[in-house]
Structures are given as C-alpha cells and as structure tokens.
C-alpha cells in the first residue's frame, strides 16, 4: 500500500459490516464499563498449552506458558483507554504474544479508572514485573530475560514502567514492545484530527484522559506522559508497532523518534491502511504484525545480556491456581 493514510479496503469493508465495534465508546457509564470490562473475550486464535489465572499481590493475572523451548517472559499490559478491557478481553493478544515469541507471558489485570487513577494502573504493573523477574525458575524459564509490552493505554503503561524502572537503578528489562502507544498526554498531533472517529475521537481520549488522571494536569509527569521525559536514555531497546490510519500514530512515532535521538536501540513498524485497535481486532494485518513482534522478541532475548539475576523487593505470590 503506498499510502499508510489510505483506510485498507477490507478494513473498510469490516466496519460497514461491525459499526458497533468500530464506533469510539464516548460513555463512560458505570452500566458500559461494566460491560467493557466483562469476561467476555475474542475467539482464542491460537492454542496454548498451559493458561492459568492468579494473583500476584491481589492484582489478578493470568500466565501462558507454550510448549517447547522456551525465551523468555513477557508482562503484557492491556489496552482499553486505562478504563476498560479485561485479562480475558485480551486473551487473544496475550495469547498471540506467547505464541510469536515462544515466551511465557503475564497478563496484567491492573486497576482500572475512574475508580483507581493514576498511578495504580501503574503501580500494579510495576509490581507485577518485577514479581515476574521474581519467579522466572517457577515459571519455567529460570534466567531468562524479560520484555515488557502493551498496546494503546497499555503501551503507555509499558513505556512508563521501563521508565520508572530505570529511574530506581532497576535496569533488568531486556525490551519493550509498544503497540499504538498513547504517551503524549494533552499534546495533540495531525494524525488525532485526521482520524479522529476511527475506533477512537479526541473526544473519547479526553473522557480517558481525565478519569485517568483523576482531573489533575499530569502533563509534566514522565510517568503518565512518556513524551513529557526529558531524558530517555538508557531504556531497554523498543520495537514501536504503529497503524497508518490510527489517531495515535504521530504520537507513537515521535516517542520512537526520542528514544531513538536519545540512543535507544528502536525499531518502527507501521502498518498502512490499519486503524487503531487492528491488533486487539485480528485483523489480517495483525497476523503481520505477530510475526515481526515475534522475531524481535526472539532476537532480543537471545541477545540480551542484561537480566538481573535477583529483583529485591520482590514478593512470590501463588502460583497454584490453575484453570487450563
């Protein structure tokens, strides 16, 4: 496709076909976040061996370990706007991630907003990463590296944990893989106006925005606003997936772009045609995607040489309740 801004036809088609799906949710009502935050899921895509659900902390997660050798450990943050989604919404993604990369992913089922603003969405996605670290040999893959990932609100999350992480000395993560991340804050780009309607609005990103930060002006913060750092040096090499036609698309390559002025190792891939959410959708893009999501997993777990091999501070949790 020569144009990344031109809609891709089957997309197009799709919407027509799904308009309740592919309309922004603008009503932030107790009764629709009820059910935007349901244990309904998406048809799994791809088998997994072993998926059970616990708790790490009271934080609810849920693990997939696939069979076969195995690569690492990937803490996967959902998306939904930091008010919305669910581990079992995203259960395809989760299991897509374990799938591509031969890693045993941690789905976080983080606190969600307005009911819990910032920062306990990332709080919990903190903890349970550096629980992960914690518990490599009882997952299965004791010293292997881990990489953090998310998609929209949850690339956000993903982005701002290897931020704190580095801050505090923590420097274990071997990667990040950020999908249409949302990092700009209140700063708007060409792409929100030119897309503005398509699966989200400007309109829906302040509605999050605000239940996100509790009404308070986060605009400086690094760690609600990765853009807002002034200093993204050292941070973990990033893989930043992109849609040509999503409003956050401008957002995500300028955050690649800083990370990239600021000496990270980064790499941008942008899907023309796709809107925001083409991932979580399975569109056919989607499967493109998993496999360059997959192979830079691969890679950057294999070269990593930076795992810490304690994390303290740490807590075990329970690993017994299992639900294949």
């Known amino acids: 496709m020569g144009d ?75 998306g939904g706007g930091f008010v919305m989604g669910s581990v ?23 606190r969600l907003a307005p009911e819990n603003p910032y920062p306990a969405a990332l709080d919990d996605c903190e903890t349970v990463t550096r629980w992960a670290l914690s518990q490599r040999a009882e997952l299965g893959v004791p010293g292997a590296p881990l990489a953090v990932a998310g998609e929209s609100a949850g690339g956000n999350l993903a982005a701002a944990v290897c931020l704190r992480l580095r801050d505090k000395g923590a420097g274990f993560l071997a990667g990040q893989v950020l999908i249409y991340p949302g990092v700009s804050g209140t700063k708007t780009f060409p792409s929100m106006r030119e897309f503005d309607g398509l699966v989200i609005s400007l309109t829906a990103r302040e509605l999050y925005r605000y239940a996100y930060s509790g009404g308070r002006d986060l605009d400086g913060d690094p760690y609600a606003v990765p853009l807002a750092a002034t200093d993204l040096r050292s941070l973990p090499p990033a893989l930043v997936v992109l849609g040509g036609c999503d409003m956050l698309r401008d957002e995500g390559r300028a955050y690649a772009k800083r990370m990239r002025d600021d000496g990270v190792l980064v790499e941008e891939a942008c899907y023309g045609g796709q809107p925001h959410g083409f991932v979580n959708f399975g569109f056919p893009a989607a499967e493109q995607a998993f496999q360059r999501i997959g192979s830079w997993l691969r890679a950057t777990f294999a070269q990593d040489q930076s795992v810490e091999r304690s994390a303290e501070g740490s807590k075990p949790g329970d690993l017994t309740d299992r639900n294949s």
Do not use: Q
Request: charged share 25%.
């Open 88 to 110: 079992a919404i995203m259960d395809n993604v989760a299991r897509e991630l374990a799938h591509c990369a031969s890693a045993v992913v941690v789905s976080v089922g983080y």
């Open 4 to 78: 990344e801004s031109t809609l891709d036809p089957w997309v197009e088609e799709w919407m027509k076909a799904n308009p309740e799906r592919a309309k922004p949710l603008e009503d932030l009502s107790p009764e629709i976040l009820e059910l935007a935050r349901g244990p309904w899921a998406f048809p799994p895509t791809c088998p997994i061996s072993d998926v059970w659900d616990s708790e790490v902390d009271g934080i609810p997660v849920r693990i997939y370990r696939p069979d076969g050798k195995l690569t690492g450990v990937i803490p996967y943050f959902h």
